[in-house]
């Protein structure tokens, strides 16, 4: 099981690397909500999942896959406020979010509440439960969004994107691989883990 974020960003080069090596390789792979990918490790029909956002410890066993840089984006002619320095400063904005139950609006949400805020803060608030057309509305002017860095790498690169460096807004989020707690397999999902470009250990 895949989450969105990770399954259009840090998955697919390494996926392929996988199956460049290992030509006898069979993989099936789930790309969903945050929430629908734990329901389906615990009904046994996915064995692993790479995702971002927020998980239960106690029923998972975990290993940090990768950290990336959270920020907030807009389009390069985005008529921001000059005075947009701090997090509050952009309530004014539309929103740009993911549907409920997805890992990027989950952390989102967790970083307001840090700062007595929440999604109905904002001015307006567009849900979109696509990451490609959620970057594409961002990058046609229609308001802010918040992402990992590695979901606009090529957009920030190429300026179709900026980012709106906040002064109050500076967190990184983890990619986590994990599994069932007390699966009687983890010597091949650390090994697995490795394979798919593992690089930090975390239990």
Known sequence: GITPTAGETIIPQVLATLCNENPDIH????VNTIQKIYSRLKAYELDFAVVEGFFDKTSYDHLRYASEPFVAVCAPGY?????????ADLLGERLITREPGSGTRTILEKHLELQNLTL??????MEISSLEALKSLAMEGCGVTFLYQ??????LADGRLREIELEDFRYRHDFTFLWRK???FPAW???LFHELGGVEAEQ
């Open 79 to 87: 008529p921001l406020p000059p005075e947009a320095k701090r997090l």
């Open 150 to 155: 590695a979901a606009v790498r090529c957009e």
């Open 182 to 184: 007390n699966s009687v």
């Open 189 to 191: 999902y650390h090994r």
């Open 27 to 30: 993989i099936n792979i789930s």
């Open 120 to 125: 109905g803060d904002f001015r307006q608030v």
